[in-house]
Structures are given as C-alpha cells and as structure tokens.
C-alpha cells in the first residue's frame, strides 16, 4: 500500500520517464487492489502550483481530482493529527516545505510506505517507510 508524493500522481498520469518501471508497475498493482492512495496536502500542492503558473494540468483542477478517484486513487484527508506531527516534523530535520512534512505525516500516521522522487524526503533519517520511484529502492 503506497501513499503517491504529489509528482509521482502527477508522473503516474504524464508517463514520466523519470519513474523506474518497476516503481509504475507497484503503483498500477496497488491502484488494481484499492490500496493506492494520495493524501489531500497534494491536491493542496497542486492549487498552489497552478496559481503560481508552475504547473499546467491542462484539465481543471477539480475535474482533474474527480478522475483520479474515479480511476481508484484513494484520498485520506488531512486530521488534527497529521496536522500537529506535520509541525513536529520540523524539530526532526524534516525537510521545511509543508506540503512535504503534511504528506509524510499522512504515510507515517496511516502506516503507507510513500512513494517519491524527493531528495530531501528519501535522505531524511526519520522513520518513514519510503520507495524512491526512480530507482525502486
């Protein structure tokens, strides 16, 4: 069962080559089983890089999401919970970006190995069950 990091959902959908084929292959098996998931920090992520002319979905937003839970993508919705070791995070080393530390606290907290491409995320030393999608490590 796999948490998706906001570019590897995105990187699912665009076919990026950046992703190893074994990685895609785990993420397609788990998306078939319903175990698949995405916390709502990156649909967050997604709002805010769209505002910023950072990123282009080529869909509005909402339909876009609407798609991917129609396709089995299963969203957990950030809680207190999530939100105060988001914040705890930070006194751990965890990378400073938000959306960053939102999206493992939704991993660690629902016990999901997240799946990413992110440095700082796959060379922080806290515990945090993680696939780096580029390599299949």
């Known amino acids: 069962m796999f948490l998706m990091d906001t570019h590897v959902l995105i990187w699912m959908y665009q ?8 990685a895609r292959d785990e993420m ?4 078939e089983r319903q175990s698949l ?7 967050g992520e997604l709002a805010l890089l769209i505002s910023n002319g950072a990123l282009d979905l080529g869909a509005d937003l909402y ?16 809680d207190s919970e999530m939100f105060i070791m988001s ?3 930070i006194g751990q080393g965890a990378p400073p970006d938000p959306y960053d530390r939102r999206i493992m606290a939704t ?7 997240l799946a990413t491409a992110d440095t700082r995320i796959l060379t922080w030393d806290g515990p945090l069950d993680r696939l780096d999608v580029t390599t299949r490590k």
Do not use: C, D, K, T
């Open 87 to 89: 914040e705890q995070l």
């Open 28 to 31: 397609q098996r788990s998306l």
């Open 37 to 43: 998931f995405v916390s709502s920090a990156s649909y």
């Open 107 to 113: 991993a660690m907290v629902n016990r999901l190995q």
């Open 15 to 22: 076919g990026n080559q950046r992703m190893h084929p074994n």
């Open 63 to 78: 339909a876009w999401r609407a798609r991917r839970l129609e396709n089995g993508i299963r969203e957990i919705p950030l």
